[in-house]
Each structure stands twice: as structure tokens, then as C-alpha cells.
């Protein structure tokens, strides 16, 4: 009896391993082959620095989030931007197509849009509401482009941006992927830049010349050349390493991807720096979240911290649309 059970377990679990091989081996041979790094020149002229607040919006997924276009917002504003104002449409993991397809789901869309920010992406770049847009793919990056089509929908995106307001400003923020390997995780951020979001995603963007400039809000950069200073000064108070810049899960244990107030604010400081051309030094560090509530805020050490790192790389990059002599 003992041995017939055993048997037949033991044929059920090989039954198993056969179909899931077969549905690797199928997905292996039907995934698109990932196109080859386009040697494109970027399309991303210097643009003049805005002389007055901005009308921003943000097509995206939680790693834009309600949070981080408020606390934009209000470094902004604290800069002597009043007008800055924001709308936006999320959802959980979105990718660029699923925001454009009406005939496609977005997870988490009533819950991420219940908010007065929310304002229909189609309606609101029709109508060329906006100053500037800025546009986030989904990640992990390779899925959006071998599974979702990514450049092609970034290209749509950003025509129908133009369709509506041929001078908008147009960016992509490039975010970052799961941080399991600390050593692989910055690689990758070193390495992805050129490798997925330019030479992979942008680049047929920029190679036609009728979609117009689109620039790069480096957030990823950022995260890691932070994360490297962060280890030079051997940490600062309230913030021993990265870690600290991303959320706990439920169980207390780092979530890999999503960040909390302190990364949120390093986001938001990278975001004005690069659309408004301005050094984010000496801006506040004492916010509060999307609702009202304060944030966490960083130490005034580490909040220094995070300002000057994210000027020298902002500065550094043409692809952001500064002049290089911005540089310090």
C-alpha cells in the first residue's frame, strides 16, 4: 500500500515537472528576442530654464505615487515657483501600454486615483494642459520591452503629448528595479541607463525626428551615486546606509523596491532639479505627504547630503536638458 502511494506520488510529481517545463520551454520559444543597443544620439536638446512655476503632469505607477509629486510641489513652491501645480494617473505596476489601451486593465487604477490630482491622461494632454509631462514605464524594464511593447508605447505617449501641446516639456523617469543583491542592484543602475532606458526604450523615440526631444529624469542614477556617498561618509545620523530610503513590508522586512518618506524626498529633489534647473541646495526638508500628514523627514545632515548629490548628477547629464556649464 505504502509503496503504491509513494508510486503514485511520485508519478504525479513527475507529471508536474513536465508541464512546467513545457510552459517554460513554450514561453522561452515564443519570447520576442530583445532588440539589439541602438547607438542613437539622444535627442535632448538644452532646454531653457523655466522662468515661472510649472503645470506638471505624471503618468505612472507607485514608484511615482501620490507622495513624491506632492513633495515636488512644495520644494517648488518653496523656491519661489507658486504656480507649480500637479495631476496625475497611476496604478500598481502600469506599464505604458495599459495606461494607453482602454481595452486593458490597470491594476489598483480606482484605488492610486482616488484623489482630486487624478485627471484622465487621454483628456488632460488633449486638451495641452500641461507644461510638462513626465512619463514612467513600468519595470521590471525587459518585461515592459520584450512583453508590453514599451518603445512603442512611450512613442505613442509622447505623440499624443505633442498632439496636444507641440512646446510641452516631455520626460521619462527612469526609476530602478528590485534591490535583492546589494553588488547587483547598483551595477545594474550603473549599467541599465545605457543598456534598457536609452539604448532600448528611447532610443526609437529619439530616432524619429517628429516625436520631438525627450528628456530623462535620472532618478536611478541618483540612487546609486547617493547610495555610494552615503557609504563614503560611513553613513549620517538617522540613515546608516540606502536602506533607509525604502519601505517595511508588513512583517517588518525591506520591501525591494518601494521607498518611503526619505526616498520619496530624494526622488522629489531630483525631479525639481531637473525641471527646473536649480541647484535643490538649502531647500526644506521638513514636507508633509499627499494627504496633509508631516512626512518623515531626513536629517538635516543627510537632507544636505541628498541636495548636493543629486545637483552633481543632474548637472553632469545632457540628457537631462541642462547646459553642462550648470556643473559645478
Known sequence: MGKSIALGAMAVALVLA??????????FLRAPAMPPVADVTPRTPVLPAPQGGLSVYHLGHSLVGRDMPAMLEQLARAAGYQAHDHALQLGWG?????????????????AENATPRFRPAREALAEGAHDAVILTEMVELRD????HDGPAYLHRWVQAVRDGRPDARVYLYETWHERTDRESWLARLDDDPQALWQGRLLAPVWADAQAGPVHVIPAGRVLAAFTRALDQARGLPGMADETALFARQDDGSLDPIHLNDLGHYLVALTHFAVLYHRAPDGLPHELTRADGSPADAPSPEAAALMQRVVWQVVSALPVTGLPQEAAP
Do not use: M, T
Open 18 to 27: 513536465l508541464v512546467l517545463g513545457g510552459l517554460a520551454a513554450w514561453r
Open 94 to 110: 502600469a506599464s505604458l501600454r495599459a495606461h494607453y489601451r482602454p481595452d486593458v486593465a490597470v491594476p489598483g487604477f480606482e
Open 144 to 147: 515592459a520591452i520584450l512583453w
